[in-house]
């Protein structure tokens, strides 16, 4: 089967399998032992993390809810449950994800996988933080019970690591209990990075969530230019949501149709339109804005695009973001999705993405040589200001510069020795960076 992650680039022919039942995956594994496997839920990585020509275990299947607890919002549940059935199903009992992603069409074994960050993580931190337990089908087809307290390293090896310690089974996580399914959004705009900056940090205690849409194609003193979206919970206004009429991509768009002359009036456009002050917004529109049009990665056509998410530093952040911004606005591949928020403290997994900084992630149309090249190029700025890129977006990073993004790396390595001497479980991006052979 063909198979791409959300960016629709790169794509592969995979070996693919389907099961649900964790006797008949600890036989797959087993069973199919000259071969390397990665597990893969609804495939919203960008890349290449859910990609693997040898062999691909789709887990969607395995989406049952198995109990909750309305004292203290824990959630038992298979890996294969979606963000969006927790959030259908709980939110209108009162709770919520304590920490999502932009898209609730997730599966709970990948966001475990990735260690999702979002909105609060200047807050909470990532998924991780409320990840209680998991289950771990590992390579010799035995199942591993992970905590804090049991099998510790399995654990922290697990959280971040995209899928390479093995098939996660089920999870245990704790919902965040909320007062309604509303928040009260902060719409301020900045001319300019400096002043969205300022406005962060002076704004960095008062918001649970924040996030700002940033013009990554406005130079000179626009460069920057951001419209932030912060809030808190409204408590008070219930727990009915009205459905939004969904949007759909149908086909793939034209390449020519995201250029720079197109794109830089959008984006002047967006900016402009935006208005100032408090407004009363639901969930879906504050978490989840982008699913309301199905399928819109169709919309950088054919050839795909790469998200590119990179984390720079508090210390080194404005003189690292300028040189991005002024490296992606050079280059002149049109990037109208663009999107900066502060990141908090490092997670407990291994590989886990943040740390205290700022994150600006970047879609990128597939432009062959030249996408490949901007890629490289932001890759040297993050390294001399002690950046990284994150796992589950990347789709062209090197071993040579993960390893030096990543100095947690050797231990990954180890963790994952002891758990998968022989390397059963592998990806085409574990094997471009280096994580695996």
Known sequence: MALSGWGNFPTEVCRTYRETQARELAALVCDVAERRLIPRGLGRSYGDAALNREG??????????????????????????????????????????????????????????????????????????????????????????????????????????????????????????????????????????????????????????????????ASGGSLGRTVLMLANEAAGHGMRVTARAQLGMPFNLPSSAFNLRTVTAFNAAYYRRQREGEQLIDYYRYFYPLDAIRSWNRMYGRRGFIQYQALVPLGTARGALVELLEAVSQAGLASFLAVLKRSGNAGEGILSFPFPGYTLALDIPNRGDATRHLARTLDRILLRHGGRIYLAKDAVTDAETFAAMYPSLPSFRSAKGRLDPAGRFSSSLSRRVGIST
């Open 56 to 217: 691909v275990v789709d887990v969607s299947g395995r989406d049952r809810l198995i109990a909750f607890d309305e004292t203290n919002g824990m959630l038992e549940c298979e890996a294969g449950v979606s963000l969006a059935c927790i959030v259908a199903t709980f939110l209108p009992r009162g709770w919520f994800l304590p920490v999502t992603p932009g898209t609730k069409f997730v599966t709970v074994g990948g966001a475990i996988a990735a260690d999702v960050h979002g909105k609060n993580h200047h807050v909470d931190g990532t998924l991780g933080n409320f990840v209680h337990e998991l289950e771990l089908l590992t390579a010799d087809g035995s199942v591993l019970r992970c905590s804090r307290e049991r099998n510790r390293e399995a654990f922290c090896a697990t959280l971040g690591g995209m899928g390479l310690t093995g098939i996660i089974l089920s999870a245990k996580l704790t919902l965040r209990r909320v007062q309604s399914a509303y928040v009260r959004q902060t719409t301020i705009k900045c001319a300019n990075l400096d002043v969205a900056l300022e406005r962060l940090e002076q704004s960095n205690d008062d918001y649970r969530y924040s996030v700002g849409w940033i013009d990554c194609l």
